[in-house]
């Protein structure tokens, strides 16, 4: 007999990668935010302090990162790779962050998209967690060898901008209409005051939720990109299709 589903309590962990402060907020903040509600824990992981931005300094940005994920309901840990604006795909980068997927021991993963036309490390990040995914479950690495291998079950994009979203993969659209996960997203967001005061990067990704979500014939919609193929046990499993027009 197969086993039922787990329960709230019983999920597996999501880990978030951001390569500055606000990228997993203003990429799939609601998604956390909607996680979060469900029962599953979710661990943000910050690649950078936002050392090169043009606005904010670092220790500004830290503290509203903190504020941010405190509002989501996330767990949050500040790691150092290259640099804001530096990053580097290479080995070492990539078993930093598969230490911390064999740490927290995750079912998912959310990483920026690979898309290049975007900021140098977003696409960066997201090639190195998907490189560090594997490495995570390779049992003869000399540098993890104190903490057992581990594979996740899924890897997913999130598309900071417009530009950076993957025209050769179907996204998932998911459901974040329920007024709660809006609102803590919102405020997740507007906690990044040193940023939504030079841009109104709020209204940007509150119009992209919306667009899809009339796609979808809903309120508010995130995508997604999947890594690999989802694989369902039934058909069942799909709400429904997106087309609404």
Known sequence: MKPGPKSKTELEPLVAFGAHPDDIEFGCGAVVA???RNGRPVHMVICSKGESATHGTP???VAEARLAGEILGAEIQFIELDGDGHFTVRPENAIALAAIIRRVRPGILLAPSCVENQHPDHWRLG???RDAARLARYGG????RDLAPHAIRQLHFY?????AEPRDVTPLLIDVSDPAVVAAWKAAMEAHGSQTSARNYVELQMTRAR???????IEYAMALYPNDPPVLESLSQIARGARRF
């Open 34 to 36: 909607k996680e979060v």
């Open 59 to 61: 220790e500004q940005r």
């Open 127 to 129: 090639q190195l967690v």
């Open 141 to 144: 690495l000399a540098e993890l």
């Open 159 to 163: 598309a900071v901008t417009p530009e």
């Open 211 to 217: 667009l899809l979500g009339v796609r979808a014939g």
